[in-house]
């Protein structure tokens, strides 16, 4: 079954660190933008911060820069959103999503929740 696993979202302080991962179910992360969303409560959802697996490109939001860095592992099997220095705003339920144009491939995760507070 093709899908894709989230994991590592929970509760952390203000200033704290988490490690969220996307993990790949019947399929690798090969040639695919693997982009992780984020949507709190009464927000449009967002982009975080994306990689293109074909050669490591990445982007971020303004928010986010130089706190939060996106990864893929050599298997390219997971995709790794490493967060520090979080802060109350970051709170929402993050989303991994695993889209290839050709041929055309399209998928979500089931979100995971963040939580900043003290």
């Known amino acids: 079954q093709v899908q894709l696993v989230e994991s590592g979202g929970g509760l952390v302080q203000p200033g704290g660190s988490l490690r969220l991962s996307c993990a790949a179910s019947?399929?690798?992360?090969?040639?695919?933008?693997v982009t992780w969303y984020r949507q709190a409560p009464g927000k449009e959802r967002e982009l975080v911060a994306a990689i293109t697996t074909s050669d490591d490109s990445t982007n971020y939001a303004d928010s986010v820069k130089g706190r939060f860095t996106i990864s893929v592992d050599n298997a390219k099997s997971t995709v790794a959103l490493h967060m520090n220095s979080l802060k109350p705003e970051d709170t929402a339920v993050y989303y991994c999503?695993?889209?290839?144009?050709?041929?055309?491939?399209?998928?979500w995760g089931q979100g995971t929740q963040v939580t900043v507070s003290s």
């Open positions: 999503n695993a889209r290839r144009v050709v041929p055309w491939s399209n998928y």
């Open positions: 019947g399929f690798t992360f090969s040639s695919y933008r």
